[in-house]
Nanobody, 117 residues
């Protein structure tokens, strides 16, 4: 099983980035896909999640700025990030899990997002 993130980088405040997470080795369409982020010394926090049925949920800090989506034909989840702020700087991780078993819970390697002021 592999989850591979891409799309991170350096952007100025107010700018946009789109992260992608491409999965292999899983039946992608049955997985809930989440995006998390982590900064040094802090716990990993949930940013956004999209269920296997397409329902979405967001952290309050990103509502109205970030959009999570998925393309089951491409085995890929996306995180569109607009109006980026310096406090969005973090390593962003993709997660895939099924709701009915803790045995199927996978993480990507992370991608760095840096927002300059």
């Amino acid at each position: 099983v592999q989850l591979v993130e891409s799309g991170g980088g350096l952007v100025q405040a107010g700018g946009s980035l789109r992260l992608s997470c491409t999965a292999s080795g899983i039946i992608f369409k049955i997985y809930d896909m989440g995006w998390y982020r982590q900064t040094p010394g802090k716990q990993r926090e949930l940013v956004a999640v999209i269920s296997n049925g397409g329902a979405t949920n967001y952290a309050d800090s990103v509502k109205g700025r970030f959009t999570v989506s998925r393309d089951n034909n491409r085995n890929t989840a996306y995180l569109q990030m607009n109006s980026l702020k310096p406090e969005d700087t973090a390593v962003y991780y993709c997660n895939g899990r099924v709701s009915w078993s803790k045995s199927y819970d996978y993480w990507g390697q992370g991608t760095q997002v840096t927002v300059s002021s």
